[in-house]
């Protein structure tokens, strides 16, 4: 077996955490794994991998030569793809990540035109409510909603999104409107558990930051079941005006505490940083930004009505 196939069993096995399920990513049989584990770690010699019955885990070394296999491995994968043309024709497969609601909301709606324009791409949409490690999960494309901490990707911001406090009309009829985040304290409040909003919540008045801690008499494990329960009028619940902005509109759910909102959240593409950028990243990336740039819903001066 070549040394490129065998960084590829090795990488799969470090990825999955086990022999088994690298096994089943590669379709080879588990013993095969073990047994180019074992070689890798005999010609090398060190251990690459710390095994237990119960667990697996990279050495320190083993970190060290992760690291060196996927450089290495991108580096083959970007020279078979410029020999394929793929830097100048979008080709291949993309894979794209965003949280479950915006991916549902404002990316999926959009992927189908994408393929009609070009139609030598296969694409992969992976909506989960988790940061995503681009460079272990293999994303191409992600959108993330938030401030990046990561030096190695490029980011182009296309909108903005707000912390809002949002009820029923029917609900504020009932109980009254706040006019402090302190009044939250006795509203009922509905959250969903995937939300980062969940615990401690954040608000600024007159250039100061405030932060309150709020008990939600009921807790859900998805955004759109909270806003579906505080549309009906039973509570309020705090989420991402991305997320409300058709029931706002629809007189749905109403905003409170406006002037009390913490400044607002950048929504940015995001992809790796590289010399050479294939052109179907490219193209994916410059077709996010004209159809997210101009969605009124995303951008600041039309949310002001929002």
């Known amino acids: 077996m070549d040394r ?20 089943r990513r590669l379709n080879i049989s588990p013993p095969s794994v073990t047994r180019v584990i074992a070689a890798m770690e005999e010609r090398i010699g060190t251990q690459l991998l710390a095994r237990t019955t119960r667990s697996l885990h990279l050495t320190e070394a083993g970190q060290r030569y992760l690291e060196d296999c996927r450089r290495i491995l991108g580096e083959v ?14 080709c291949g497969h993309l894979t794209v990540t965003a949280s479950v609601l915006f991916g549902e909301l404002y990316i999926a709606p959009l ?37 990046l901490h990561e030096s190695s ?16 009309p ?15 304290s006795t509203a009922r409040i509905v959250m969903s558990s995937a939300s980062h909003l969940l615990s401690d919540w954040q608000f600024v008045n007159q250039g100061n930051d405030l932060s309150f801690r709020f008990q939600p008499r009921l807790v859900v494990t998805a955004n759109q079941a909270a806003i579906n329960i505080a549309s009906l009028g039973w509570g309020i619940t705090r989420v991402l005006s991305y997320q ?21 959240l950048p929504i940015q593409i995001v992809y790796q940083k590289s010399n050479r950028v294939p052109a179907k990243i490219r193209t994916f990336v410059d077709f996010l930004v004209e159809q997210l740039g101009s969605n009124a819903a995303l951008q600041p001066d039309s949310q002001s009505t929002l």
């Open 4 to 23: 490129f196939q065998e960084m590829q069993i090795f990488t799969a096995v470090a990825d999955e955490e086990g022999f088994a399920a690298a096994a």
């Open 77 to 90: 994968d970007e020279a078979e793809e410029a020999a394929a043309g793929s830097y100048s024709i979008p």
């Open 111 to 147: 992927l189908a035109s994408y393929l009609d324009q070009f139609p030598s791409v296969h694409l992969n949409a992976l909506l989960v409510d988790r940061v995503v490690s681009m460079a272990d999960e293999g994303i191409d494309v992600a959108i993330r909603i938030g401030h």
């Open 153 to 168: 990707l490029n980011a182009i911001k296309v909108g903005e999104v707000r912390q809002v406090i949002c009820g029923a």
């Open 170 to 184: 029917s609900y504020f009829e009932r109980n009254g409107r706040p006019g402090h985040p302190g009044e939250l």
């Open 244 to 264: 409300v902005a058709n029931h706002v509109d629809a007189g749905k759910l109403e905003l409170v505490l406006r002037d009390y909102e913490p400044p607002p």
